[in-house]
């Protein structure tokens, strides 16, 4: 019999070759995954999405994220609604705020307050994806974004009217905000077990409960980082590289803070600013990595993940790439596969 392994979803690289993309993407549908997610590191999932597309026909695909604040809800929109045409109504979009320094750094684009920002750029993605075919866009003047569609010529009709929109988040805001208005939540991967179970999940429930809603409307899809090996000094060290990344971002400090690891993650801020990861890795103390990384063989890192699936509907299992070498980072996701999936 089959193993049911609809409750996984994996993921996609978009710097891949076009022929290693296409044939994950045939495996994992395959193996019978729920998903397949493509991230946006600094280039668009678009691409990445529109290849899986073209050789599955049942698996859903996902942005993993898509940045909200990098381009125009407008442009955000229409890719959503290509990705699900040529996908037949298989796309979810995944949005998220990601952090201050990038979208205003980075892509020289505002980011302003990150949830009433995101609500709107939800607003506006919804409004062009239900009324474009229709030509009854109006003029948008929102806080963010400000959008003429006067001269607008409809377009030929969607898919789908409707396109799931899920949200992602590191802290309670964005989790409540998921759960005032979206279709699913995505669990950011260095969500400790503890935090998506105390905080997470209490938080969503909470926003269903006031916005009228019920729990089976919204998907949660909670990611956790994984290092699957028998030699568990190895792991641990592997995991800190990853850790160090999030753990040097400024903006995220009060969630390590609430973790008991702030005086690390202080650490790990000025070394990154810095350029020098390898120096921050070596901040992260081993308890600091295994709250943030699950470590392990297999029995043990099966045994942490037992609950989770007690409270969310499915789960994104990725592999560190922090200070590894492409070909460690491969090893890890075939463990994964073989542990979960195989």
């Not at 604040?69 to 929109?77: D, I």
């Not at 789908?160 to 590191?170: F, G, K």
Request: charge should be neutral.
């Amino acid at each position: 019999m089959a193993k049911d392994n609809s409750r996984f979803w994996g993921f996609v690289s978009g710097n891949m070759p076009g022929d290693v993309l296409t044939a994950q993407a045939r495996a994992m549908e395959g193996l019978g995954l729920g998903g397949i997610w493509a991230p946006q590191i600094y280039g668009p999932p678009w691409c990445a999405l529109g290849a899986c597309a073209a050789v599955t026909q049942r698996i859903t695909l996902a942005s993993g994220i898509a940045l909200a604040f990098a381009r125009s809800p407008f442009e955000t929109a229409m890719a959503a609604m290509d990705l699900d045409r040529i996908s037949g109504g298989r796309f979810v979009l995944g949005l998220g705020p990601s952090v201050r320094s990038w979208s205003e750094g980075f892509f020289g684009m505002p980011y302003g307050r990150p949830v009433e920002h995101l609500r709107e750029v939800i607003h506006i993605v919804r409004e062009v994806v239900a009324k474009s075919h229709k030509g009854e866009l109006s003029s948008f003047q929102g806080k963010y974004h400000r959008h003429d569609w006067r001269e607008f010529q409809p377009l030929a009709t969607p898919v789908r009217p409707y396109i799931p929109i899920w949200v992602a988040a590191v802290r309670t805001p964005l989790v409540r905000l998921a759960g005032e208005m979206a279709d699913g939540l995505i669990g950011h991967p260095i969500w400790s077990v503890r935090w998506a179970k105390e905080q997470a999940l209490p938080a969503l429930l909470d926003s269903l409960a006031r916005a009228g809603r019920q729990r089976a409307d919204v998907h949660f899809n909670a990611w956790f980082w994984v290092v699957i090996n028998r030699d568990r000094r190895e792991a641990i060290e592997d995991a800190k590289g990853t850790v160090a990344f999030y753990a040097g971002i400024q903006q995220y400090e009060d969630y390590f803070a609430a973790h008991g690891f702030q005086a690390e993650a202080r650490r790990c801020q000025r070394w990154v600013k810095e350029g020098n990861y390898a120096a921050g890795a070596q901040e992260v103390s081993d308890e600091m990595a295994q709250t943030f990384v699950i470590c392990g063989d297999p029995d043990d890192v099966r045994r942490r993940l037992e609950p989770v699936f007690e409270f969310v509907d499915s789960l994104t299992l990725v592999p560190p790439i922090g200070g590894l070498p492409p070909e460690k980072v491969a090893a890890y996701a075939q463990a994964i596969a073989e542990t979960f999936y195989l």
